[in-house]
Structure formats: structure tokens, C-alpha cells
């Protein structure tokens, strides 16, 4: 989805606006390879996370990114950055194959059946993943389609201005993660992202996310559920679960399972829904975002969906210093957003 369009390429900022911590990454081109410039996080405070469309909260969320860019030492001001999944509507629709304006108005129209708002209160992008034939005279599109809120739009174009950055390009995190994680691979995939608050479950069909659900189960549920389940606070349960994961014989793999269940049949329900919709098979999963790293989770979910599971790795595609590489892989998962938007800019 690209809400604001990208202008000359140069080097970009991909800027992960995250629940509970902004990702940084400065990405530019060598020899037609991108180059890692520079990279960086900072936390949020999770308690001020409450009314996040007052001034007061903009002026915070621009006021940290200014430290972060400034600790980065970047050197453009150019921007990328994405709306969460969660925050985005998205459907696949099939109308027949029409030239592009009428496509445009047909789209408008069908849209005001799927989208949950009013159509003037919505920016919509729509993209065409393939041709069906119907018979040997009729053929249809399959369109995927985007809207978003213009109020969500206005307040992170808000931030941008607060932060001094030009920000030339607003898309969804699941093109993002798409562009990170598969590159130009066309195999049809499942993006399965946790995030501290919620789970984003994400299905690539020729390198276009056609499916997208969340889930309000993240990082942080897991973790609080380690610590009512063994009595012990916050910080405890988290290394806990940093440490064991879903590895060994003790409660808190079993603790564990029980927040990821619902997680599972989604994950489920969401391969049955693409399959019967399109005819086609998930050939891959691939984990991002900051619990992807749990020791055995990708074993877990690939015994639970009998499938293979991939820990995805966002650095893969782009050149940086070998030195750096041990302190980029203990983050890499965390990072894929924003490497998907660095990446946005000059691919």
C-alpha cells in the first residue's frame, strides 16, 4: 500500500513507529546492492500508551524519534514508515478485467461493501494479484484491496512534520515484512509477526499480501502469563521466557501453549480460508518480530501446522559489516519492518 508516493531514489529511513519501541534503519545503494548505513531502537514508555491521538502523545512519539535519529547519526532525512496491520482493512475482491478507469470506479464501489467506514472517511490502494479465467471469453482480476483510516494517516504524517523528517512514503507493515523476509521469491508464504501486543498472521501470494488477520496475542501476554502463572513479577518472567521458551520440561512451555493456542488455530483457520479462496498451497512459514527468537517456538508451530518454519532474517539481503553481524542477528526478527521500508525506497 502506498498512501504517499517515493520520490528520487536516495538513501532512505525506514522508521518502525512500534507499540513499545521505534526501529531505525538507514539503507542506501552500492553498485546496485543495498548497504546497511546505519540502524538503531529506542523504548516507549508503555504506560503513556493510552490516548495515542492527542497532541500530547505526538509531540512524545516525534520527541523520541528526534533522539533516535540524532543518536543514529543518520545522514537523509527522507522517510518511510507503516501502519499496523491491525489498524488497516484489507479484502480480496474479483471484478472482471476492465480498462484502468473504469477498474478505479468499479473498485471505489465494490469497496463500499467490504470496508467497515465510510468511503470518504477511508484513503483506499488496491493492487491486481492475478487474471482468473472464468471460460474462453471472461476473465476476472483478483484485486487486493487496502483502506485505511484518514484520520490514523493524518496523525502519523503529524508525526513526521513534529520530528523535522520528509516523509515520502506511508505503506502497511505487510508489505514491509514482505519485502524484507521473501525479497522476490514467489513461493507462497505465511508471515506469522509478533509484536508486543499483537500477533500478525499474513499470507504473500506472488510477493502481495492477500491475507491478512490479527490477533490480540503478543509478546507482553506471553510474559504475563509466565508471571501470574509462577507468582513472580514482570522482568523475571520475561528472561524466563527469553531462556526456556518452549524448550525443556517445565511449566513454562506449558504456560506458553496455552497463550499460543488461539494463535495456532488462527494460523490454521487462516491456511484453510486461503486455500479453499484460491486453490493454492502455503509452502512456507516464516516468524518475525520479537518472539520469533523463543527457543523452540519455530519447532513448535512447525509440529502444530505440520509445515516447515523459518526464523525470518531481514539482513539477508542487504550488505553490512561482518563485525556488526553477531549484534544483527540477536536482533534481526525485531527489525524487519523496518528494514522492509529502508528497502521500500530503493528497490
Known sequence: MAILGLGKKDNFLGIDLGTTSLKLVEIAVEKGVPRLVTYGYAERDVASIAKDDSKIILDKVAGLLKKLYAKCEISTYKAVTALPNFS????????PVMNKKELGSAIRWEAKKFVPLPIEDVILDWRIIDEIEIDKKKKNYRILLTAAAKNLVHR???????ADLQLLSLETEAF????SLLGKSQATTMIID???VTTDIIVIEKGVPSL???IDVGGITIT??????LNINFNRAEQFKRDIGMSGSSKIPELIKGILKPVVDEMNYSRRLYQEQSGRTIEQVILSG???YLPQLAEYFSKSLNIKVLIGDPWARIS???ELKPALDEVAPRFAVAVGLGLRGIK
Open 88 to 95: 488497516v482493512f484489507n479484502s480480496v475482491i474479483t471484478l
Open 176 to 179: 514491509a515484512l514482505t519485502r
Open 194 to 196: 509478533t509484536s508486543a
Open 212 to 214: 491478512n488477520r490479527s
Open 224 to 229: 504475563r502469563a509466565i508471571a501470574n502463572g
Open 320 to 322: 553490512y559489516p561482518q
Open 290 to 292: 520479537g518472539s520469533a
Open 156 to 162: 502519523y504524517v503529524e508525526i513526521f512534520k513534529k
